[in-house]
C-alpha cells in the first residue's frame, strides 16, 4: 500500500504560524514608533507653515494680536478668510494635527511652537536639532 503525502501536517503549520507570530511581534512595536516619529515630523512641518502664514499675514498689513499660549479658532479662522489655509485643513476650527494631545502653542518671543502631548515625549530625541527647535514639552512653564 503506497501513502500519498501531498500535504503538511497540522503540527508543521503550527510552527509556521508561531515563527510569523513572533516575527510579527518583535517587528510591530519598531513599526509604531516610525509611524509615530513620522506623523511628529508632520506637527513640526504644519507648525512651520502656520507660523509662515502668520508672517505672510501681518507683513501685509492684517492687524494680529496673538496671546502667549495654544493658537485659537480665531486665528485659523482669520487665516481662512484670508486664503492662507483650506477649511478642509480645520476641524472644529482647529488645525489637524497627526498626534492627539499636541498642540500649536504661539509666544512672541519664539514664534508658533508644537506642544508635544505626554505619549509622544520619547519621540523627541529621535529628531535631529532642527527639529526639536519647534518642540516645546507639555510640562514646560516657558518656551523655549
Given at each position: ?50 507660523e509662515q ?65 505626554e505619549n ?9 536639532t532642527t ?14
Open positions: 500500500m503506497k501513502l500519498n503525502s501531498k500535504g503538511f501536517t497540522l503540527l508543521e503549520l503550527m510552527v509556521v504560524v508561531v515563527i510569523i507570530g513572533i516575527i510579527a511581534t518583535m517587528v510591530t512595536p519598531e513599526v509604531i514608533s516610525i509611524a509615530n516619529e513620522t506623523a511628529l515630523k508632520s506637527d513640526i512641518q504644519t507648525a512651520q507653515a502656520i502664514m502668520l508672517d505672510i499675514y501681518t507683513a501685509q498689513g492684517y492687524p494680529l494680536d496673538l496671546p502667549n499660549g495654544e493658537i485659537g479658532s480665531d486665528v485659523y479662522s482669520a487665516l481662512n478668510e484670508a486664503g492662507y489655509l483650506d477649511s478642509k485643513d480645520l476641524t472644529n476650527n482647529l488645525i489637524d494635527l497627526r498626534l492627539s494631545g499636541n498642540a500649536l502653542i504661539y509666544s512672541s518671543d519664539y514664534g508658533v511652537r508644537l506642544q508635544v502631548g509622544y515625549t520619547s519621540l523627541i530625541s529621535k529628531l535631529d527639529q526639536q527647535r519647534w518642540i516645546t514639552n507639555l510640562n514646560d512653564a516657558t518656551l523655549e
